[in-house]
């Protein structure tokens, strides 16, 4: 099984975990920058935080045989902190970055009207650079969260197929669905989705513009959580090509939209069943 974990905060996690998720099958990786528990005091700190996601952490991902790329952003939590706000313009040195392959993470936290501002300011952010953008949705009041940024999305005429809206569950999937956005679901060990939910929105909305990712950052959270949603799809019924298609095919194509997804020499050989047409994955374990 060939796994693409779209949303995944490295920074936060151990050697062990990069070598669990490599025997796993993970081989590449999308790190968005968001908030680290520790508020910020300045936007220098964001300077060395960015400059860490695009470089130390791909060399400390490649050591395990791991390509890691990142998205860049004020988060939605920070961007109510006006000592952070000059973030917004440091952003377009680092959106110019071959690491960079979107806009992210944005979005909402409290839905205040500084977050409404830094939101539509990235998004032109994202329009601007012709980058995707990874839109954060928030945990509390999910529904009218979801409602509100789908209508700043509309507005601020990035192309749907360009977003993913994350963090989604039963309440939300449709709303996202019919945006014509990309879905995003956190698959996380005792809140939101697990990978038995999973299973059972894959099966009512199918596998398109779906991408599923563990999210895995300081809290409670487990990076095999994508492998273990594959493999729940396939005790489920669902064919080797459907998990590749969720796993693998959904992230490539998603963040292939900047033009810089370079996953050339990764080991990720497919061979296809002459019998079903089905891709026969290799690597993992
Ligand atoms: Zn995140």
Redesign the pocket.
């Known amino acids: 099984m060939r796994i693409f974990d779209p949303?995944?905060?490295m920074t936060s996690r151990t050697t062990d975990d990069y070598e669990r998720m490599a025997a796993a099958g993970v081989r590449a990786v999308v790190e968005?920058s968001?908030w680290l528990g520790q508020p910020r005091t300045s936007a220098a700190s964001f300077t060395d935080y960015f400059d860490s996601l695009i470089g130390w952490e791909p060399f400390r991902a490649g050591q395990f045989g791991v390509r890691h790329f990142a998205t860049v952003a004020l988060n939605p939590k920070e961007a109510n902190d006006p000592r952070c706000r000059p973030v917004l313009d440091l952003l377009p040195r680092y959106l110019d970055k071959d690491a960079v392959v979107a806009v992210g993470?944005i979005g909402y936290d409290s839905m205040t009207p500084e977050e409404d501002e830094a939101f539509a300011a990235q998004l032109a952010l994202a329009v601007a650079y012709d980058l995707p953008a990874l839109v954060?949705t928030p945990h509390r009041d999910k529904a009218r969260g979801c409602e509100r940024t789908l209508a700043v999305v509309a507005e601020s005429g990035i192309e749907a197929g360009r977003v993913v809206v994350?963090?989604l569950n039963e309440v939300t999937v449709k709303l996202v669905r019919d945006s014509g956005c990309w879905l995003g679901f956190?698959i996380y060990p005792d809140t939101k989705m697990t990978p038995s939910r999973m299973v059972e929105l894959l099966r009512e909305y199918g596998t398109d513009r779906m991408l599923v990712n563990s999210?895995a950052?300081w809290g409670r959270s487990d990076p095999l959580l994508t492998r273990a949603t594959g493999e729940a799809m396939l005790l489920a019924g669902f064919s080797d090509d459907d998990v590749d298609q969720v796993l693998w095919r959904n992230p490539v194509e998603f963040y292939g939209q900047s033009g810089r997804l370079d996953l050339s020499d990764l080991d990720v050989a497919v061979a296809v069943d002459p019998q079903t047409g089905n891709s026969i994955l290799r690597g993992g374990s």
């Open positions: 949303h995944i905060h968005p968001f993470e954060h994350d963090h956190s999210a950052d």
